[in-house]
Nanobody, 126 residues
Framework: QVQLVESGGGLVQAGGSLRLSCTASGSGFSMYCMGWFRQAPGKEREFVAA????????DYASSMKGRFTISRDNTRNTVYLQMNSLRPDDTAVYYC???????????????????WGQGTQVTVSS
């Protein structure tokens, strides 16, 4: 059982930056592929970024490439999402997720993730 807690959300002006954090309780953090998803009002949850167990591989949704960076610190049981050049359409609740996996694959489909955080609100004003 893993519990995930996101933090770092808030209100930022367009063009600004935020750094989200997600901290996992318990041991075995390096056994999980970690991902970030987001859900805007009236929209489906969408994939943002994912990182493999030891950080060797990452993937991003096309609209985030070049603006967002996912990273992890397995010594602190934490995954990060650095968000730069934020736009109003980035406004959403951002969720951290963990998928137990025994290889270096990246998990993109949200239904394949095993654990989810409660989310943190990101609001980008124009």
């Amino acid at each position: 059982q893993v519990q995930l807690v996101e933090s770092g959300g808030g209100l930022v002006q367009a063009g600004g930056s935020l750094r989200l954090s997600c901290t996992a309780s318990g041991s075995g953090f390096s056994m999980y592929c970690m991902g970030w998803f987001r859900q805007a009002p009236g929209k489906e949850r969408e994939f943002v970024a994912a990182i493999s167990r030891f950080g060797e591989n990452t993937d991003y949704a096309s609209s985030m490439k070049g603006r967002f960076t996912i990273s992890r610190d397995n010594t602190r049981n934490t995954v990060y999402l650095q968000m730069n050049s934020l736009r109003p359409d980035d406004t959403a609740v951002y969720y951290c997720a963990a998928s137990y996996i025994t290889n270096n694959y990246l998990i993109i489909r949200d239904s394949s993730y095993d654990y989810w955080g409660q989310g943190t609100q990101v609001t980008v004003s124009s």
